[in-house]
């Protein structure tokens, strides 16, 4: 399990430092250890000399997110309280809460410390509801590069792994995520040494979380977003406040004011191997009526029409604007019509998901 929250690039290195510090304990460490081990503390797991990131935790809980750090007289020196301080920002970006007990509160007040550590695995739990962070809803698509059994394998690979990092790791800053799954799935699949599976995947990942400011009315949701080759389309509510739904035809309706919001042009894995690359997380404030779309390319690059061009992100765009002054239901109808419309008689050339959501 230490490889899950380790630095790739370090678990070699950083593992055999866990195998000499746990031959070792210190005396506080020992007490410690057997008051929690096996599920001891009200059925909650730790780990011992845990890496996280290129770091080694004294003891984690993984469940709650909960580091429990075991710092004898060293750590007094101003040098070391610096560096406890970076170490303790770094875990905090990797979603972890973190309580320090010096080994005298140990050994002298074992059951002191006990009940500390309940109290701080009980407002983890408060603080991280299982569907994400501030009580968010985490919502992806994705497309993987490879077909076939090439591409189902990177399909299972990755959610997998997206389940890994959100639900049981509770990571939920979408960049963050996608940072993360680019180095598991380079490691996975070997593709750092040259590995016959090159295949990546395209995603578009939202974090949306309902109601942030209830002071603020007009805000109804924030969407938190990062996108591998993906874009996120925002239709802003000047022209939807009051707009009741067309009885038919796109005509019927005006068009919306809508806005793209790009995601970093390079795919999670696959051929442009790069281990340190980073995913941006785009903050988006929505207010009543206002959609978001995210969409996979199989409706963009659709053969058909005049000539058998692809539908391109262009008329995508139009055709958004078009269908955005309608009900969701309705706007689903339209979408499905003008692909079936565009196709025509040709193949359909690509998986294709278009998702909307209206606040």
């Known amino acids: 399990y230490g490889y899950q929250t380790a630095d790739p690039f370090l678990y070699g290195q950083l593992k055999d430092f866990v195998k000499e510090h746990r031959s070792v304990p210190t005396e506080a460490e020992k007490i410690f250890w057997e008051l929690i081990r096996g599920k001891r503390l009200d059925g909650y797991k730790f780990r011992r000399q845990h890496i996280i990131g290129y770091y080694i935790a004294d003891f984690v809980c993984l469940q709650e997110k909960l580091v429990v750090e075991i710092d004898g007289l060293i750590h007094e020196l101003p040098?070391?309280?610096?560096?406890?301080?970076?170490?303790?920002?770094?875990?905090?970006?990797?979603?972890?809460?973190?309580?320090?007990?010096?080994?005298?509160?140990?050994?002298?007040?074992?059951?002191?410390?006990i009940e500390k550590v309940l109290y701080h695995l009980k407002l983890c739990s408060s603080r991280n509801p299982p569907s994400g962070g501030r009580g968010a809803v985490l919502l992806s698509i994705a497309d993987c590069t490879g077909h076939g059994v090439p591409?189902?394998?990177?399909?299972?690979?990755?959610?997998?792994?997206?389940?890994?990092?959100?639900?049981k790791n509770r990571i939920t800053d979408p960049g963050e995520v996608l940072t993360q799954l680019n180095r598991e799935i380079l490691t996975a699949l070997k593709q750092e040494s040259g590995s016959d599976s090159q295949d990546g995947m395209d995603i578009t990942l939202c974090a949306i979380i309902p109601d942030p400011y209830p002071d603020k009315q007009d805000i109804r949701a924030e969407v938190l977003f990062a996108g591998a080759n993906n874009p996120l389309f925002v239709a802003r509510n000047s022209f939807l406040q009051g707009i009741p739904a067309p009885a038919h035809g796109v005509n019927a309706a005006p068009e919306i004011s809508l806005q793209v919001i790009d995601g970093d042009d390079f795919p999670v894995?696959?051929?442009?191997?790069?281990?340190?690359?980073?995913?941006?997380?785009?903050?988006?404030?929505?207010?009543?009526?206002?959609?978001?779309?995210?969409?996979?390319?199989?409706?963009?690059?659709?053969?058909?029409?005049?000539?058998?061009?692809?539908?391109?992100?262009?008329?995508?765009?139009?055709?958004?604007?078009?269908?955005?002054g309608f009900t969701m239901e309705e706007q689903e109808k339209i979408i499905i019509t003008e692909h079936e419309k565009w196709k025509g008689s040709d193949q359909q050339v690509d998986d294709i998901l278009v998702a909307g959501i209206r606040f």
């Open 151 to 167: 591409g189902a394998f990177m399909s299972m690979i990755g959610h997998n792994l997206l389940n890994t990092l959100v639900i």
């Open 269 to 324: 894995g696959g051929t442009q191997f790069n281990p340190d690359r980073t995913f941006k997380t785009h903050k988006i404030l929505l207010g009543n009526n206002e959609c978001i779309y995210l969409t996979t390319d199989g409706y963009i690059d659709q053969f058909g029409g005049t000539g058998r061009k692809k539908f391109m992100t262009r008329r995508f765009l139009k055709l958004l604007r078009e269908a955005g």
């Open 79 to 113: 040098e070391n309280k610096t560096s406890d301080e970076e170490r303790t920002r770094y875990l905090n970006k990797k979603g972890f809460s973190v309580i320090r007990f010096t080994n005298n509160e140990i050994i002298g007040n074992p059951d002191g410390v």
